[in-house]
């Protein structure tokens, strides 16, 4: 099993940007799916990027909405897996998570939350505007 801790959140002014990171252990042997979500209290936990951990080369996935503004990365190990957060806005305010999944059969992730078993506790982001 793979475990996940989330660090980074907390509160910020519209405008401005966060990072967070996910501290990843556990079952990391081999390639691992690395995905970013959030979740607004009454609504759809969404996906946001997913990073390969493997070798061959960093393979990443946005959904549109987030490209340019938002960027996943990962140290060389795959230990730790960052959300870079620019342009923070309001409607950015929640619960942000990380998870841990297996890749698809072309070796690529998608921020699918389905595709994902293991999952942190979450932290919290606020924007105020």
């Given amino acids: 099993q793979v ?10 002014q519209a405008g401005g940007s966060q990072r967070l990171s996910c501290a990843v252990s556990g079952a990391t042997g081999s390639g691992k799916c690395i995905g970013w979500f959030r979740q607004v209290l009454g609504k759809e936990r969404e996906g946001i990027a997913s990073i390969y951990t493997g070798g061959g080369g960093t393979r990443v996935s946005y959904i549109g909405s987030f490209q340019g503004r938002f960027t996943i990365s990962k140290d060389s190990a795959g230990n730790t897996v960052y959300l870079q957060m620019d342009s923070l806005n309001a409607e950015d305010t929640a619960m942000y998570y990380c998870a841990a999944g297996s890749p698809l059969p072309d070796v690529s992730c998608r921020p699918t939350p389905s595709n994902y078993n293991d999952w942190g506790p979450g932290t919290q982001v606020t924007v105020s505007s």
């Fill in 3 to 12: 475990r996940l801790v989330e660090s980074g959140g907390g509160s910020v």
